[in-house]
């Protein structure tokens, strides 16, 4: 049983729409970061935080904003959505990347 | 050039069979290897880390080449729960760089 958890597990919005998710690290994990993952492709990375501090982003747009919280929790933010935005969104915890990261389930998003 | 580049399959063997999987990436920074599994519809889940000197989990074994920048993945004695999707995986810098996956279907 996977100790990171992810809500919601699945969502549907509407082009130009906002949409938060939301990952509950597993315990004891400060470092939280969050991978889309589109149909067929492996997850990409969005960005990390460290200690409630962003401390790595990808190739995302700005429209992709997070948030870490004492309790280590995190909080993906998407702005204006469109359509390519539909994918597998992931959560994953650990320590560091030297010894892999554990991943929630994943929010699958729709956007129509 | 991709950072990580992975034969997407599929992959169609009987059971019991030895099956490999390779792996190339374009950052000689990278510092950690992995393999992680994903099955449909789920989460990826760590498979196994990949060390220089090679290492071994019941019938998976993993290599790191890092002069060829490769890394491998063998599966002996396929089970038809092997089925899945694999996914070589690199630590850069503050992330995790996946690969696109490799599919494997085990057939009776």
């Known amino acids: 049983e996977t100790g990171v958890t992810q809500s919601p597990t699945h969502l549907i919005k509407t082009r130009g729409q906002q949409v938060t998710l939301r990952c509950s690290s597993q315990?004891?994990?400060?470092?939280v970061s969050w991978y889309q993952q589109a149909l067929g492709q492996g997850p990409q990375f969005i960005f990390q935080?460290?200690?409630?501090?962003?401390?790595g982003r990808g190739n995302f747009p700005p429209r992709f904003s997070g948030l870490q919280f004492p309790n280590y929790s995190s909080e993906l933010n998407v702005n204006a959505l469109e359509l390519d935005d539909s994918a597998l969104y992931l959560c994953?915890?650990?320590?560091?990347?030297?010894?892999?990261?554990?991943f929630g389930s994943g929010t699958r998003l729709t956007v129509v | 050039r991709k950072e990580v580049e992975q034969d997407p399959g599929p992959f169609n063997v009987p059971e019991g069979a030895t099956v490999a999987f390779n792996c190339t990436y374009s950052?000689?920074?990278?510092?950690?290897f992995f393999w992680y599994r994903q099955d449909c519809r789920k989460e990826p889940k760590l498979l196994m880390s990949?060390?220089?000197s090679g290492n071994e989990d019941g019938r998976f074994t993993a290599q790191l080449n890092r002069a060829s920048q490769y890394i491998s993945l063998l599966i002996r004695d396929s089970k038809l729960s092997d089925s899945a999707t694999y996914l070589c995986?690199?630590?850069?810098?503050?992330?995790?760089?996946f690969g696109a996956g490799t599919r494997l279907a085990v057939h009776p």
């Open positions: 935080y460290y200690r409630e501090e962003e401390n």
């Open positions: 950052n000689s920074a990278s510092q950690s």
């Open positions: 990949v060390y220089s």
């Open positions: 315990s004891g994990h400060n470092t």
């Open positions: 994953a915890s650990g320590f560091d990347r030297a010894h892999g990261y554990t």
């Open positions: 995986v690199f630590g850069g810098y503050n992330k995790l760089i």
